[in-house]
């Protein structure tokens, strides 16, 4: 599946250096391939331009600047990376894949102190593996606050989750907060109560244990104020900031709903860190996670190219380009620099943001099984009846986690099916065994001719989707989007691991 150089990995040690042991030879032109959103590659084409004309090593970008969104640029680089872009951006749920497929080069020493003490500190985690930098950090805006209508819920209510929660039952407007399908925003509740989840990788990016704490006398304390929330009539699980115009009061979402929200509301729209909730006459905050976008650098088998490159990513993640992309586009600084700029302290979603980041946890390195594990819980609490169904919810989740590290190498590098195909209700009600499985939930499993997989055939409707995943995780899953069924039909799934094309095989 991946399309790796051995020499790369030959290289290893050499590409670590840093490029201020090159300072004195990096003087030329270098063609390059960069990936970026499409909301700033006119804006990295100037900034490109601005390095051109200020650097005092004699580098030359000659660059090709290409459309490639955060969430597509990790799959395109796995799938091949001698094809790949020589910087890249993406989102810090695909580094650890990034790094086991040998696609980011670490920084030098010199580069990953400038980082460190540049940057906040979430962000730094989130683009590290063991001891070792392999980004350079992008933005730090990837976490979640309160937003609340003004005209129903008071200012001096928004520090409480039951009185938001009351005043939404009282003018009958939902409270919005992704629970049963985000383990993402369900994770807020205990991280209030001091619960941890912390994964461990080794070098290589490979996750070898964890530390977790959910299943505990603190984390029974968090689902009891969980319960709190999803048994209230008027809870929505949702993180549309949209919800505002179909009849909510409060959404927890991120500062990419501001826009949206603040077009609905106007005047009354209200932003805050998110609130608290009581139990047992204790008092606990509101968690959250905080991320970030990285950019990342191609290793390289010329050194002294690779030195350059890291020169212009130091560069355009540095302050003065992180505020010209939050002048142009509001993204969050991670500089710490930028982030107190008077512009920034301006902005109500950032402050918002940064003053919720108090009570948050990086996002580091996460498996990618737990977001499926995780985000049952929510679900589970809302269906027990008791302490002890609470209790239970605590236990499955543990014993599927730790289930984790007890897989065969079989089990973890097989590829299975998962997705809405096809689902009523929720559930899929023509899978091969006409078994019920749960809608994204569990895997349909697939069995190997060569690199070639394919399920058993079953029935699928028209606008279905799926995507196939290898070891019941999301560290790889392809293809980039769902897949999407154009006509209803019988078919097999059919999946080329070397090439990661996914398609479909109408049964005979």
């Known amino acids: 599946m991946k399309k ?14 840093t490029a201020g042991a090159f300072a004195a030879s990096l003087e030329g032109t270098y063609q390059l391939t960069i990936w970026v959103a499409e909301e700033i590659k006119d804006l990295t084409a100037q900034q490109i331009e601005a390095f051109n004309s200020s650097n005092e090593y004699g580098i030359t970008i000659a660059a090709n600047i290409e459309a490639v969104s955060e969430a597509d640029a990790a799959t395109s680089m796995i799938t091949d990376v001698e094809a790949g872009a020589d910087i890249f951006c993406f989102a810090q749920d695909q580094f650890a894949r990034l790094v086991q497929a040998g696609a980011l080069s670490s920084l030098g020493k010199q580069a990953a102190e400038i980082v460190r003490t540049s940057n906040d500190a979430g962000v730094v985690a989130a683009a590290t593996s063991g001891d070792t930098l392999y980004a350079y950090p992008l933005t730090s805006d990837n976490g979640y606050f309160l937003y609340y209508d003004k005209s129903v819920i008071p200012e001096d209510h928004v520090d409480s989750m039951e009185a938001i929660i009351a005043d939404c039952e009282a003018a009958q407007k939902y409270f919005a907060f992704e629970m049963g399908t985000s383990a993402w925003y369900n994770a807020a509740f205990f991280f209030a109560t001091g619960c941890v989840s912390e994964w461990v990788t080794d070098d290589d990016g490979s996750f070898i244990s964890v530390h977790d704490t959910f299943n505990s006398p603190e984390g029974l304390i968090a689902v009891k104020g969980m319960k709190k929330l999803v048994d209230s009539p008027f809870h929505l699980s949702s993180s549309d900031g949209a919800s505002f115009a179909s009849n909510a009061a409060a959404v927890v979402t991120g500062i990419w709903a501001y826009t949206t929200i603040e077009s609905i509301l106007g005047d009354n729209m209200g932003v805050t860190d998110l609130p608290s909730f009581e139990v047992d006459g204790v008092s606990y905050h509101l968690g959250s996670y905080n991320g970030c976008k990285l950019m990342g650098v191609k ?20 302050e003065a380009c992180q505020m010209e992309r939050f002048d142009a586009r509001a993204w969050g600084p991670s500089n710490l620099a930028a982030q107190g700029s008077p512009a920034v302290q301006a ?33 589970d609490v809302k269906n027990a009846t008791d302490e002890a169904g609470l209790q239970q919810a605590l236990d499955n989740y543990y014993e599927k986690i730790s289930s984790l590290f007890t897989m065969s190498d079989d089990e973890k590098t097989s590829w299975g099916v998962i997705g809405t195909c096809n689902s009523v209700d929720g559930f899929f009600y023509t899978d091969y065994n006409n078994e019920s499985r749960s ?25 279905c989707e799926f995507k196939v995943r290898q070891g019941k995780s999301w560290d790889n899953a392809f293809p980039a989007d769902n897949f999407k069924v154009e006509e209803t039909g019988t078919y097999r799934v059919r999946f080329d691991a070397d090439t990661c094309e996914v398609s479909l095989i109408p049964a005979e």
Do not use: C, F
């Open 4 to 17: 790796l150089l051995s020499v790369l990995l030959a290289l290893a040690m050499v590409l670590s250096m």
């Open 299 to 318: 290793p390289q088998t010329d050194p002294v190219k690779g030195a350059a490159i890291h020169r212009l990513a130091q560069y355009l993640t540095g």
């Open 347 to 379: 902005n109500p979603g950032l402050v918002a943001l940064y003053t919720q980041n108090a009570y948050s946890v990086p996002q580091g390195q996460i498996h990618g099984s737990w977001w499926d594990i995780a985000k049952v819980i929510a679900d």
């Open 439 to 463: 809608n994204w939930a569990e895997d349909i499993p697939m069995t190997a001719d060569g690199s070639v997989w394919t399920t058993e055939p079953w029935l699928m409707e028209a606008g």
